[in-house]
T-cell receptor
Framework: GENVEQHPSTLSVQEGDSAVIKCTYS??????FPWYKQELGKRPQLIID?????GEKKDQRIAVTLNKTAKHFSLHITETQPEDSAVYFC?????????????FGRGTQLTVWP | SAVISQKPSRDICQRGTSLTIQCQVD?????MFWYRQQPGQSLTLIAT?????????ESGFVIDKFPISRPNLTFSTLTVSNMSPEDSSIYLC?????????FGPGTRLTVL
């Protein structure tokens, strides 16, 4: 099955700086890559996703890039704010699979210092 | 996205007992999933709840320990049976809408 690796496990940045979280995947059949943000005590929330036919997607201060050849994708947060502090999870799946299951990375604890 | 609710939100149980967690969605969805999240850890898929047929369990999870029901397209239950302290965790249901998945608020279970 799919194996998703996520780095770093913890990331501390100063408010206003950028943060980058990287993930790699093993299954070349994976074609959908969502990112979730989980604040303490809350449910994971889908914040952005990308499909394998797209190299980059942006939504305000958040962007995701995908390199299919290298099998890695990254989350970029610009102009970070303290409310960006949370655990971020990447995931991968094969949309064509009837199982529809997501394979998650281990998560990155992002702390943004004011 | 669909509105997903879970009951109970939290519970403290004695070892050897069972707890049934409910997941309700405000619209019909084809795919429903049950995850476990231990403190500080990632999300581990327990099973896919299939409407009208038996759930599909992931490696390491068995029906006798985690029986699942899916009577219709808006509701599912997960039972944690014969609980031990190792079952203390957050249990989350999620639903598939197209390719995206959305999570319920979770049930925090503590087993003493």
């Amino acid at each position: 099955g799919e194996n998703v690796e996520q780095h770093p496990s913890t990331l501390s940045v100063q408010e206003g700086d950028s943060a980058v979280i990287k993930c790699t995947y093993s299954d070349s059949a994976s074609n959908y890559f969502p990112w979730y943000k989980q604040e303490l005590g809350k449910r994971p929330q889908l914040i952005i996703d990308i499909r394998s036919n797209v190299g980059e997607k942006k939504d305000q201060r958040i962007a995701v890039t995908l390199n299919k050849t290298a099998k890695h994708f990254s989350l970029h947060i610009t102009e970070t704010q303290p409310e960006d502090s949370a655990v971020y999870f990447c995931a991968a799946t094969d949309r064509g699979s009837t199982l529809g299951r997501l394979y998650f990375g281990r998560g990155t604890q992002l702390t943004v210092w004011p | 996205s669909a509105v997903i609710s879970q009951k109970p939100s939290r519970d403290i149980c004695q070892r050897g007992t069972s707890l049934t967690i409910q997941c309700q969605v405000d619209s019909q969805v084809t795919m429903m999933f049950w995850y476990r999240q231990q403190p500080g850890q990632s999300l581990t898929l327990i099973a896919t709840a299939n409407q009208g047929s038996e759930a599909t369990y992931e490696s390491g999870f068995v029906i006798d320990k985690f029986p699942i029901s899916r009577p219709n397209l808006t509701f599912s239950t997960l039972t944690v049976s014969n609980m031990s302290p190792e079952d203390s965790s957050i249990y989350l249901c999620s639903v598939g809408e197209g390719e995206a998945q959305y999570f319920g608020p979770g049930t925090r279970l503590t087993v003493l």
